[in-house]
């Protein structure tokens, strides 16, 4: 099991893998604050850049998992880099059923709740791993402008417009699952350049270097059309952010 070979050279010179900066995700940090030793489990955790930076800023310790073991050779490096390889663990698997031996502080799913097929699914799949009065952090899309009609929520790259929620919807959402939302914090339309802006300079570079890949023509054609389509929808329409609840 592994994920397929195009996000990995989309993403290749991302530490994020989600339309938030390490700015938004050192600001989540400062403003939960953990405590020296807590535990993390990270479901879906890509390079691990939560865990890596969260252990060498705060102290805690944890387990990221993921499906992608490029992803997962990156965070092994990156918690050398930051000196924290003896307090944060990387397991290659799938997330959608994992449930930590032990509780934990934190547990979150940063971008990828279609590991419990969709939000309450997650925080059900989450609450199994978490100690008693723990946070969880979900990271999740919602409309930041409501789609006209279907065609548009299909150019944002959603199945249909029911696919996500707006930010007042997906609060109560959270709400009517039982918990409380106790922090969050949003990506901007900037942070979104950040994402998916930085994919095209990776793709530009990785087409340049491999252009009888059999890959090539299905990232060029996204090459070419990517920019104006990230502009006129995805930037404009898609808000995202991290939630950060608590049982009630
Ligand atoms: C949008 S990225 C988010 C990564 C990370 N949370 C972050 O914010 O940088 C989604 C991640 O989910 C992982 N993934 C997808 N399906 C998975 C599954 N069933 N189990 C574990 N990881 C999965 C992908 O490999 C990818 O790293």
């Given at each position: 099991m592994d994920l397929p070979r195009s996000f990995t050279i989309r993403e290749s010179g991302h530490?994020?893998?989600n339309p938030f900066t390490i700015e938004k995700l050192a600001l989540l940090g400062q403003a939960i604050s953990p405590s020296p030793g807590t535990r993390?489990?990270?479901?879906?955790?890509g390079k691990?850049?939560?865990?890596c930076t969260w252990a060498r800023d705060h102290g805690v310790t944890g387990t990221g998992v993921d499906i992608s073991t490029v992803f997962l050779d990156a965070a092994r490096a990156r918690a050398v880099e930051l000196g924290v390889a003896d307090?944060?663990?990387f397991v290659h698997g799938d997330a959608s059923g994992h449930v930590?031996?032990?509780?934990v502080g934190i547990a979150a799913c940063v971008g990828?709740?279609?590991i419990g097929s969709g939000v309450p699914g997650t925080v059900g799949?989450?609450?199994r791993s978490l100690a008693p009065g723990g946070m969880m952090l979900i990271g999740e899309p919602y409309w930041r402008r409501e789609p006209e009609d279907e065609a548009t929520a299909k150019a944002c790259g959603l199945s249909r417009a029911d696919d996500l929620l707006s930010l007042p919807e997906l609060l109560t959402r959270f709400g009517d699952l039982g918990c409380d939302v106790v922090e969050m914090v949003l990506a901007d339309q900037d942070s979104w350049d950040r994402y998916a802006a930085a994919q095209w300079l990776n793709i530009r570079r990785?087409?340049?270097?491999?252009?009888?890949?059999?890959?090539?023509?299905?990232l060029r054609a996204e090459l070419t059309t990517g920019p104006v389509r990230h502009a006129r929808y995805q930037r404009e329409y898609v808000g995202w952010g991290v939630f950060v609840l608590m049982d009630r």
């Amino acid at each position: 099991m592994d994920l397929p070979r195009s996000f990995t050279i989309r993403e290749s010179g991302h530490r994020v893998l989600n339309p938030f900066t390490i700015e938004k995700l050192a600001l989540l940090g400062q403003a939960i604050s953990p405590s020296p030793g807590t535990r993390v489990l990270d479901l879906a955790c890509g390079k691990g850049e939560l865990l890596c930076t969260w252990a060498r800023d705060h102290g805690v310790t944890g387990t990221g998992v993921d499906i992608s073991t490029v992803f997962l050779d990156a965070a092994r490096a990156r918690a050398v880099e930051l000196g924290v390889a003896d307090r944060v663990g990387f397991v290659h698997g799938d997330a959608s059923g994992h449930v930590s031996d032990d509780p934990v502080g934190i547990a979150a799913c940063v971008g990828a709740t279609w590991i419990g097929s969709g939000v309450p699914g997650t925080v059900g799949l989450l609450r199994r791993s978490l100690a008693p009065g723990g946070m969880m952090l979900i990271g999740e899309p919602y409309w930041r402008r409501e789609p006209e009609d279907e065609a548009t929520a299909k150019a944002c790259g959603l199945s249909r417009a029911d696919d996500l929620l707006s930010l007042p919807e997906l609060l109560t959402r959270f709400g009517d699952l039982g918990c409380d939302v106790v922090e969050m914090v949003l990506a901007d339309q900037d942070s979104w350049d950040r994402y998916a802006a930085a994919q095209w300079l990776n793709i530009r570079r990785w087409l340049d270097a491999n252009p009888e890949d059999e890959l090539a023509d299905e990232l060029r054609a996204e090459l070419t059309t990517g920019p104006v389509r990230h502009a006129r929808y995805q930037r404009e329409y898609v808000g995202w952010g991290v939630f950060v609840l608590m049982d009630r």
